[in-house]
């Protein structure tokens, strides 16, 4: 495969054309964050929330700035996991480094534990933490790469033009071992300081060149081509840092980044200079942060896979599958428990239930205005029907305690299933929903009290202490993830990851010389932006309940609620991760079992932000399935709500098992 020259040069108007860029890129950022604020129906309630990338929340009244750890001491308290194991085969520890300064430095920070948390794979099955190291570019040390403690270092490269401390710039330029380049801030290094040539030392050692940077308006580079397989990168992010292989003997093409007349840059490049160390030593640039806008289908599983090669580990290739049946209470129906069961078990796929321990309707929304609340112990069939799974290779895990808050609607009826347990979230009149934060009672005590509610409930109804926890519409805080890791050995879901407040108090004050009419300014071109889309978006489209088709109900238009949403959309942030492999240890210290692939939505809905959403049927599951088979440590994880037609469960299974995946009994999966 040849490179395509798309056309930048580094000439010193290139400079000019960055300053152009630059703008580009804080419009485009802006974007991000108010694209975040307005958090579509479907994003959440189907569980595809956590892999929205760049969001921001609300603080509300909730007190999350009060008590939260400092990330930093906790990966640094975390063991020693210098032995390796299984694996990751000699790995030892990663250092990170990310962008402490500018407007969007956050999106870094939380990257930065994103990345963290996939370097989570290479941990011994006994850690007890994650033992990465991550801090801000400007708190490296000359030589702090080379300790022989780290097998890795990371730079995500977020903030543009942030000055890259001169000790890492010539640490980089000598590096023998694997450092990890991404995006933005590589010219520093790979050209002269006038920018008027390359840097003939970078060119020499890693074979290949810095050409400019893709700014991404009007880019058609949607897709990344890896291992004779295509996966998508979305254009919301479309700028790429695009380099050329000048010597073929020292810079491989790992993906190729391909636009709509099939050119070709890198997608990602590793340049080996001739004293590296290892195979994986040198350098490695990646076009883009693989954690912006990840999706099932996209790049974000390609560096996933091609982190096994930057860290150096080897793994056989293997493909497992993992299925979970969602949202089981006391008013499931037995019938359709049981149909499920026979089928997975005649096909010898284990699987899960993701047992919701107490059913709570507390305004009686589907019980006639009266209050109902069916503890399972006490739902008898649905006891018996549980039972009967059991006996076929089902596995009951813990899915939130009620799976609502409260008496209140959070964001729709109160009714188990349909809500939020551990996140504030109301409904706007466009159907749209604002992300207010932690509960207001929020803590890790809080936390601790109501799960084991739940877990003492599921022991009342025989079934022993759940080992594994799902948390409801995979939305929960900080704490409530730290007291999560304390109470069970795995989680089975997607994450929520939040910016340090550390980061928040000291890395948000106004910039010194900012006037507060420019900051005033900005956010008001901010909340037009908002505004504006929401405007056209909005519709009186009826509403399906959370994962109960046919129940009726109808949202209005309008576009009242941008402006309040955008008030309470400062100062914290977040976004959403969901894993391709196992995760020994995340930054909350929890072990994760990878959702992948979704789950069966058959009726699409409208969207107030992202517009309609098309069905989720069995041959798109089957689809991303087949391709994730390049992958080195491929999963095809999905889950299933039971009052769904069984033939979209015996059409995923079926062809997730024609493309080659053994399913896993939960319980047994180690590493
Ligand atoms: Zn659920």
């Not at 071992?177 to 006038?194: C, E, G, H, R, S």
């Amino acid at each position: 495969m040849t490179a395509q020259d798309p056309g930048y040069t580094n000439s010193p108007q290139r400079q000019v054309g960055m300053e152009q860029d630059e703008k580009n890129n804080i419009d485009k950022q802006r974007a991000i964050m108010c694209r975040g604020g307005w958090f579509s129906r479907r994003d959440f309630i189907k569980g595809a929330g956590a892999a929205a990338a760049g969001v921001p929340i609300a603080m509300a009244t909730s007190g999350l700035t009060g008590g939260l750890m400092d990330f930093s001491e906790l990966d640094l308290a975390a063991d020693d996991a210098s032995a390796g194991g299984p694996n990751g085969n000699g790995f030892k520890r990663a250092l990170v480094l990310y962008d402490g300064t500018g407007e969007f430095a956050w999106i870094g920070n939380v990257h930065a534990k994103q990345l963290a948390n996939l370097i989570g794979r290479f941990l011994p099955t006994g850690a007890r933490a994650n033992n990465t190291v991550i801090k801000t570019v400007a708190e490296y040390t000359a030589g702090e790469m080379n300790q022989s403690q780290y097998t890795a270092t990371f730079y995500l490269g977020q903030t543009y033009d942030n000055q890259l401390p001169t000790a890492l710039r010539n640490d980089i330029l000598a590096t023998r071992k694997p450092f990890v380049f991404f995006k933005y801030n590589l010219w520093q290094i790979a050209w002269t300081p006038d920018f008027s040539a390359d840097n003939a030392t970078f060119v020499e050692r890693f074979g290949f060149r810095w050409e400019g940077l893709h700014p991404g308006a009007g880019s058609t580079f949607s897709r990344v081509s890896y291992k004779g397989a295509e996966f998508a990168k979305s254009l919301l992010d479309a700028e790429l840092g695009v380099t050329r292989v000048i010597n073929a003997g020292q810079a491989t093409v790992k993906a190729w980044s391909v636009d709509a007349n099939n050119n070709e840059v890198p997608y990602i490049i590793h340049g080996r200079p001739a004293n590296a160390i290892g195979p994986n030593g040198g350098l490695w640039y990646v076009a883009d942060s693989p954690f912006s806008y990840m999706s099932e289908e996209d790049r974000y599983m390609v560096f996933s896979d091609v982190l096994f090669d930057m860290v150096g580990v080897t793994h056989a290739q293997t493909r497992r599958g993992l299925v979970r049946l969602e949202d089981v209470s006391a008013i499931s129906n037995p019938a359709q428990l049981r149909a499920c069961a026979d089928y997975l078990s005649g096909r010898n796929a284990p699987f899960s239930i993701a047992t919701i321990p107490i059913y709570n309707d507390p305004l009686g929304t589907w019980n006639g205005g009266v209050a109902e609340r069916i503890p399972i112990s006490r739902a008898a069939t649905v006891k018996s029907a549980i039972n009967y799974m059991r006996g076929r290779g089902g596995e009951v895990i813990m899915h939130g305690t009620t799976h609502q808050y409260q008496d209140v609607p959070n964001p729709y009826t109160g009714v188990s299933a349909d809500d939020f347990e551990f996140f504030r979230v109301t409904e706007n009149p466009d159907l749209s929903l604002t992300f207010h934060g932690p509960v207001p009672e929020d803590s890790r005590q809080w936390a601790r009290g109501l799960l084991n509610n739940g877990i003492r409930e599921l022991r009342r109804a025989g079934w022993g202490t759940p080992t594994t926890f799902e948390a409801p519409h995979y939305g929960m805080s900080e704490v409530d993830y730290l007291a999560v890791g304390g109470m069970f050995d795995w989680t089975y879901h997607r994450v929520l990851y939040f910016q340090d407040q550390s980061f928040v108090a000291e890395r948000h004050a106004p910039t010194p010389g900012t006037t507060r009419q420019a900051e005033e300014g900005r956010r008001r071109r901010r909340e037009r932006r908002i505004g504006n889309r929401n405007a056209g978006a909005a519709g009186g489209a009826g509403r399906a309940g959370a994962g109960t088709p046919g129940r009726g109900g109808n949202g209005g238009g309008g576009n009242g609620g941008a402006e309040r949403a955008q008030a309470q959309a400062e100062p914290d942030k977040f976004a959403g991760q969901f894993f391709p492999y196992v995760i020994q240890r995340d930054v909350y210290r929890n072990k994760l079992l990878p959702e992948n692939l979704n789950n069966i939505e058959p009726t699409g809905w409208p969207d107030p932000v992202e517009g309609p959403y098309m069905p989720r049927l069995p041959e798109a599951l089957v689809r991303d399935a087949t391709r994730n088979r390049v992958l080195r440590d491929a999963w095809a994880s999905f889950y299933f709500h039971p009052f769904f037609d069984l033939s979209y469960l015996r059409e995923t299974i079926e062809g997730i098992q024609d493309a080659g995946y053994e399913f896993q009994r939960a319980s047994s999966v180690r590493s």
